[in-house]
């Protein structure tokens, strides 16, 4: 940024000017030139130059530095001189406060790394201004963190000490009494073992025995809401949408209960289930059965959207995705598939294990999935695009169920012993070296999830129930119109009706939830096509060149053919310039998922049924990948690429932080 | 060992009393708001087909006229007083609060052909068959007074329009020739010509005040600057302009209605090529007139529908129609923005909402918060095909729906010769010629 020039520092001595006056008369024109030689500028003079490859990333350097400045450590950077006021005061944090450009970084929703499209000068302005907005946006939404008000749990051992050492028991000392009432067991022997499951705000628990033991309470009050005995063998049990209603996969069928405990349904379409998965958003129960079927049902209207025949035998390992609510399928030839309801065959299938599948889980950012199987491995897969494991380890006896915490940890059950681990923070994996805390409990593990917006774990064992302390497991904000824990009985229907309204269509589910807002590029090149075709020409194509004759004999042949030629390898040479810079070929014209506020040109058809390529070009590529591919892969490769031609970009994805905010320099 | 637990105090998410707003704490973390794309769609699908749902457009219809409606005139004073002129030369005064005639006047012999207001809405002009121009105060006479005009000024032929100018005691007549006129005289300033045909309306330009605008029988619009004696510059069309409407934010745009169905939209500086044609009526247009911001304008055409145009589109946004509504005459758009108003054939004048899902009345803030989320969804996803068509769908009567069809069915028949022309000729001889292009015959200076 340029810097008003302070009074004597720059300005050349008054003999030069002195001097240019005395050589020749002065011009009009000339003040303005000696003004800049004068001026801070010591380089070459700025042109204003049209360049056309150049991102206008940075309108005005003035007044967006005003408008949100950033520095790497908060208040660090102060503005260089402070504004005195009348009273001769001294502001000391002049300006808005500075933002982390890490925080900053994690409401963004568009890659600035990426190159904008460059068809029309309209569409492309409207671009920059979208775009600035988003930046502005993600600004005050890391802005807004200051009004979080809690702080995310932790544990520390003293210099040397292990915290996996650290028994349930010392934790519960040490915690205040409101925590440490969080820790129980339940000792229901007789008929363990049983599979839990908490509701999504985090307040309710249910959960079912292999005996027929059924029973939903809020748990935090251990208030006991309904307690049944379904007199069947219970194979799974899952809350639907809210606390009122739940699912449970028995013997033969699936039923749905209330919160009283009364019967509401008996699916009988639904038949030896063995998993249940609810996916909030899309109001889709999906249920794994034993005849190896795949079966979404929609609670919303009471329908079956999709009945999906895996043809790996018998499903007992499933898991969503709930980034993008994927069904993750574990098999036991030792590949995970993952579904979706509008495609008959798997989106993608990865090759995990030698030996079965046990387990499957995959954490709340959709980046990672831990899987563990027969082999005695936990592995965890990086999901973005490469399918490929991050890290590995053999466990002695190997896990049998795995969960995934809302900040990112990971536990494991293997025989009576639960272990966790921990990672970096949010979206990074978990390191699997050292354990972060262990349990012994008193039976088998038989299901495993950590409470939503609590520090705790939820163990289902042979021996009843065992609700962990597991510091820093839990998300310690949450937002109230998404899931409230303290919701009250109004506030509950209203969220209700409003989730309903804006159920989102099973049809949607695809690998990249954000692929609705990118632009279509297969669609829009036949578009174009056939608009080309019925106009009888391209409005959008530029004539050849064709070099004009000169005078007197220079008209050779051959020069026309060497003007021509000059001309098309300055064309070739600015669009490969380009094609280094930006993307690879036929990407260029994917938009950047732009924020909320932004404007998109020519969106993907969002239902299959009318537009054949969709939903996801990814899916119908990962099937034609799939015909091709030989069946010869080893663990970690995937058999179909499961993404668009090119690379979608993940807005999780971790990035360099981007330095080019304007108050940085 | 230092451990610390997660421990809300529920006290700080649960309200005190009963009487108190829950507390709603919020975290923008994106990752706890997932699937913010699909839900963002669904809201905008839901929010297109509310809007489809609550677009009631149609308010009032001010009934009272004993012929056909020929002209309308706002006040520039008052939002609420509007004046028309019918086939009979009556002049009725509306109070649209109250949607009530509050005068009448029976102003002249044969068609009321033009009425305008003046800039301070203190008085008004009316032009007649009967070859005299009037002026009349706004308020009516006093107890026992009689209805006079305050001026009338006996024409030598018959004047089709006037336009009071936006600023001076000036205003201007066409007929056989524009005429400009102080207020104070009866004679008129100047008159200007060029050629010998019947001019059918003037309009003086909102911003550059010197400026008119005029358009004739012979197919030309005109411009004129009211300080020099002689016509600036003249764009002859394909077929005759019934009306023009200058833009009044910008000042060299104006739009003509044409009888070829079309509405064009000129820079005066370029008139060789219009900035944009506007195509969906399906009979001649007969009126336009601008929303005071001067971004849309509504158009009134002889196949009994109004339709609203962005001015930057081809095509319209919107179109009213009744089934009582014949031939629309007349048509304005009101001060505030929000309303529009169009006299027809059958001696009514109807009021409609410029926007015709908009909620009227005081808004709540979270009402408004609630139509400003929506638009922008909307704005969004606009051109998703399932939103696209929702948005876009229009009921029309039949006899426009299959007039559409047919010209269609024309206009692709036209499109499919000119390729084959210029398929079977020699390269370069025969020119794709571009919509904007085909229907401007010339230009004079």
Redesign the interface.
Known sequence: METVPEPGSNVPPKKDRLQTKKKKPRRYWEQETTGTAAGASPGPPRKRKRNRELRPQKPKKNDTSKKFRMSKKPRELKSPRPQRSLSGAQDPFAGPAPVSVEVVQ??C?IDKSKELPHPKTKTRSRLVVAEAQEEETSVR?AR?EL????????????DG?D?AK?RQA??VE???I??AA?HFDLNLRQFGPYRLNYSRTGRHLAFGGRRGHVAALDWVTKKLTCEINVMEAVRDIRFLHSEALLAVAQNRWLHIYDNQGIELHCVRRCDRVTRLEFLP?HFLLATASETGFLTYLDVSVGKIVAALNARAGRLSVMTQN??N?VIHLGHSNGTVSLWSPAMKEPLVKILCHRGGVRAVAVD??GMHMATSGLDHQLKVFDLRGTFQPLSARTLPQGAGHLAFSQRGLLAAGMGDVVNIWAGQG?ASPPSLEQPYLTHRLSGHVHGLQFCP???VLGVGHSGGITSM?V?GA?????????S?????R??RQEWEVKAL?????AE?ICLD?????EVDVISLEQAKKERAERL??DPDARTPFQPKPKQKGRSSTASLVKRKRKVMDQEHRVSGHRGRAGHPKGNALLLA?LA????????V???PG??PPEPGAAAAEAREGQAHGGPAVGPGQIRALSQAPGPRRN??SPRPPVGNYPSLE | ????????N?D???RETKLDL??????????????????????AL?AAKLERVFAKPFLASLDGHRDGVNCLAKNPKSLATVLSGACDGEVKIWNLTKRKCIRTIQAHEGFVRGICTRFCGTSFFTVGDDKTVKQWKMDGPSCGEEEEPLHTILGKTVYTGIDHHWREAVFATCGQQVDIWDEQRTSPICSMTWGFDSISSVKFNPIETFLLGSCASDRNIVLYDMRQATPLKKVILDMRTNTICWNPMEAFIFTAANEDYNLYTFDMRALDTPVMVHMDHVSAVLDVDYSPTGREFVSASFDKSIRIFPVDKSRSREVYHTKRMQHVICVKWTADSKYIMCGSDEMNIRLWKANASEKLGVLTSRERAATDYNQ?LK????????IKRISRHRHLPKSIYSQIQEQRIMKEARRRKE?NR??HSKPGSVQ?VSEKKKHVVAVVK
């Open positions: 994690k409401y929703r939404a807004s009004l979080l008000t809690e702080e995310p749990g932790f544990l520390e051992g003293e000490e915290t650290i010392d934790i040490a915690v205040d409101a925590s969080k958003f709930p980034y609510a709340s950012t949010k917006y609590e520090d302390l510091p839990a998300e310690p904000n949450f937002d109230g119109l998404e409230n824990p303290y919701r009250s109004k506030q309204l804006e159920k989102v269509p949607l939830p954000r692929a609705l807002a009888g020409y998922p909320s506020s932004t404007c998109h040109f020519s969106p058809s969002p239902y009318q537009n807005i999780l | 060992m230092k451990v610390k637990m997660l421990s809300r529920p700080h998410y649960v829950q507390r709603v704490p919020r975290n923008y973390d994106p990752t706890l708001h997932p699937f913010e794309v699909p839900r963002e769609y669904i809201r839901n922008k704005e969004k996803f606009q051109h998703h095909p399932y390729l210029i398929k794709m």
